[in-house]
T-cell receptor, first 113, second 116 residues
Framework: KNQVEQSPQSLIILEGKNCTLQ??????????LRWYKQDTGRGPVSLTI?????NTKSNGRYTATLDADTKQSSLHITASQLSDSASYIC????????????FGTGTRLKVLA | EAGVVQSPRYKIIEKKQPVAFWCNPI?????LYWYRQNLGQGPELLIR????????DSQLPKDRFSAERLKGVDSTLKIQPAELGDSAVYLC??????????????FGPGTRLLVL
């Protein structure tokens, strides 16, 4: 069964600190993996998209990694800001022209001043 | 450039009543998606359109849900009759539709439905 699991479920950090969010998946075939940021009351916003051949991609203070062998991804946030408080959702696309997007349940991050 | 527009933002109805949601995708985006997001969960795809054609509606509960995308632009999603379990956020997303499964989806703010 295609699944995407994220950890931790929630996280609280102090402003300026770094953090890493984890995503494990069992999706086959694999097309790409995305990380989204979802602010409360808003739709998800894409942060990064990685294909099978990419193992790291950055977007400002956000750096995503992908290990396609172990089917794991991480999202590292550097020097966190209050505006980073949001849910971060990992999404894996099952390829082969299926257009199936399997969403994780997200990690809820709270950054405190 | 305007993003994906959805209305209404909030809707409260009694069970068994009908409800409709509207979505205006980003101009020029051929692919449109409707998702349902339950509290504390990730979105689940309901239906995907390429232009005016529904190419994947396998997750749409067809006994009570219907959708249309006339002229391949705006789309409406309808529930009739609504049930308590339909309470959720209904998200609309669009993408260019030219780069296959790799392209970025742009989400609207969603419609938060509460069925009493």
């Amino acid at each position: 069964k295609n699944q995407v699991e994220q950890s931790p479920q929630s996280l609280i950090i102090l402003e300026g600190k770094n953090c890493t969010l984890q995503c494990n998946y069992t999706v086959s075939p694999f097309s790409n993996l995305r990380w989204y940021k979802q602010d409360t009351g808003r739709g998800p916003v894409s942060l990064t998209i990685m294909t099978f051949s990419e193992n790291t991609k950055s977007n400002g203070r956000y750096t995503a990694t992908l290990d396609a062998d172990t089917k794991q991804s991480s999202l590292h946030i550097t020097a966190s800001q209050l505006s980073d408080s949001a849910s971060y959702i990992c999404v894996v696309s099952a390829g082969g022209g299926t257009y199936k997007y399997i969403f994780g349940t997200g990690t809820r991050l709270k950054v405190l001043a | 450039e305007a993003g994906v527009v959805q209305s209404p933002r909030y809707k409260i109805i009694e069970k068994k009543q009908p409800v409709a949601f509207w979505c205006n995708p980003i101009s020029g985006h051929n692919t449109l998606y409707w998702y349902r997001q339950n509290l504390g969960q990730g979105p689940e795809l309901l239906i995907r359109y390429e232009n005016e054609e529904a190419v994947d509606d396998s997750q749409l509960p067809k006994d009570r849900f219907s959708a249309e995308r006339l002229k391949g632009v705006d789309s409406t999603l309808k529930i009739q009759p609504a049930e308590l379990g339909d309470s959720a956020v209904y998200l609309c997303a669009s993408s260019l539709g030219t780069s296959g499964e790799i392209e970025t989806q742009y989400f609207g703010p969603g419609t938060r439905l509460l069925v009493l």
